[in-house]
Structures are given as C-alpha cells and as structure tokens.
C-alpha cells in the first residue's frame, strides 16, 4: 500500500540554524510533491511544489529537494526564526492518476530563540 | 479571489447525535472539492472527495456521509455520532483539472460527548 513517511518526532532547532525534514514515500510514482506549514488549529497552508524533473525549489528561506531515486523529499528551512515553528506536511501526487491529495503525518518544528 | 468557509468554528454534540457541516466556496467554478479528518496530534486523513455536483468518492468506510447538491457547497453528515468521530474537520479545494495547490478552510473542531 501506499505510504507517506515524516518524522513524528518534534524537531527543536536554534533560531538562526538550519532545520531539514524528511518526506519519504513507497509504492508512490509522484509526477510531483506539495509542502505545506500548518499552524495549531489552523488549516494547512501551501507552501512549496517541487516536479519530478526538478530537482530542487526555492522560495525566500525554504527549499526543497525531490530525489525520485530515493523516494525521498528534503525540506529546509534556513536561517529559521521562532515564527517558523509550526507542523510541516509533505503531499506526494501521482497527478492525473487522481484527484485527491494525500498528506503525510508531518513534522512539528520548534524554532527556539 | 477565492474564499472557502466553514461553519461552525466549533460544535459539541452528544453521542447517538446527527452532524452536518458546511463547506462552501466562492470566487471559482467547478472546484474539486475535499473533506479530511485530523485526530489530535496526528496528520490529515482524507475522507471524501468531490469532482462535481452529486459526485461523490469515499476514501475511508466510516459513520459520515458526504454530498454536493451545489457546485461550490460540500457537505459532510453523520445520522449518529460516535465518541471516534471526534475531531478537527477541514474542507479544501482544487482547481478542477490541476493537480496543484489545495486551498484549506479554518476548519470546524468537532467534541463528540
């Protein structure tokens, strides 16, 4: 069956260091992968979309990467401050293979200053 | 630009109880259309999707029903509530045809008694 992996353990970085997450995925092909930032009781969020052929995406601090060898997508968020804390999710999409979209259990980062 | 509701933010209800929560969305046409569960402290579960009005495609087999008797009204029903049913509701959408970015309600929190 199909399987979306993230780290369930809460990350807890330093403000201003790096923090890196992990998406891995099994029995998936995706044509592309979604990361979106979700707050407590709040909605997900989008944030990036990396496709099979790229193999990595920026925007303003994050990036992510997206090796399709591996089965694996990399998001980073660089020079992180304490208003980055939040749960992060990754979407793997076999795109027109369907229309729904599923998400992994995501990874609560903790940005400390 | 586009705005999706829910209503209510929050909602008790005993058990044995029926439910029925809104979606609705506006500024777009023909919107996939999306219901998941979220547990607390864990990750999205995706229950219901919706290509068009009266179509309906159920992911998980469970106590809810969902229906769409409006192009951008999703709705999400239950004849009998169970303790289980407890949790945070959240309706998205999708432009139909894309395989992109979802757009993520606020949410309704639901505590089943």
């Known amino acids: 069956s199909q399987k979306i992996e993230q780290n369930s353990e809460a990350l807890n970085i330093q403000e201003g260091k790096t923090a890196t997450l992990t998406c891995n995925y099994t029995?998936?092909?995706?044509?592309?992968l979604q990361w979106y930032r979700q707050d407590p009781g709040r909605g997900p969020v989008f944030l990036l979309l990396?496709?099979?052929?790229?193999k990595e995406k920026r925007k303003e601090r994050l990036k992510v990467t997206f090796d399709t060898t591996l089965k694996q997508s990399l998001f980073h968020i660089t020079a992180s401050q304490p208003a980055d804390s939040a749960t992060y999710l990754c979407?793997?999409?076999?795109?027109?293979?369907?229309?729904?979209?599923?998400f992994g259990g995501g990874t609560r980062v903790l940005v400390k200053p | 630009s586009q705005t999706i509701h829910q209503w209510p933010a929050t909602l008790v209800q005993p058990v044995g109880s029926p439910l029925s929560l809104e979606c609705t969305v506006e500024?777009?046409?023909?919107?996939?259309l999306y219901w998941y569960r979220q547990a607390a402290g864990r990750g999205l579960q995706l229950l219901f999707y919706?290509?068009?009005?009266?179509?309906i495609s159920s992911e998980v087999p469970q106590n809810l029903s969902a229906s769409r008797p409006q192009d951008r009204q999703f709705i999400l029903s239950s004849k009998k509530l169970l303790l289980s049913d407890s949790g945070f509701y959240l309706c998205?959408?999708?432009?139909?045809?894309?395989?992109?970015?979802?757009?993520f309600g606020p949410g309704t929190r639901l505590l089943v008694l």
């Open positions: 998205a959408w999708r432009l139909a045809g894309s395989q992109e970015t979802q757009y």
């Open positions: 029995n998936y092909s995706p044509a592309y």
């Open positions: 990396i496709r099979e052929n790229e």
């Open positions: 979407a793997p999409s076999e795109g027109a293979a369907g229309n729904k979209l599923t």
């Open positions: 500024g777009t046409s023909n919107p996939n």
């Open positions: 919706s290509v068009g009005i009266g179509q």
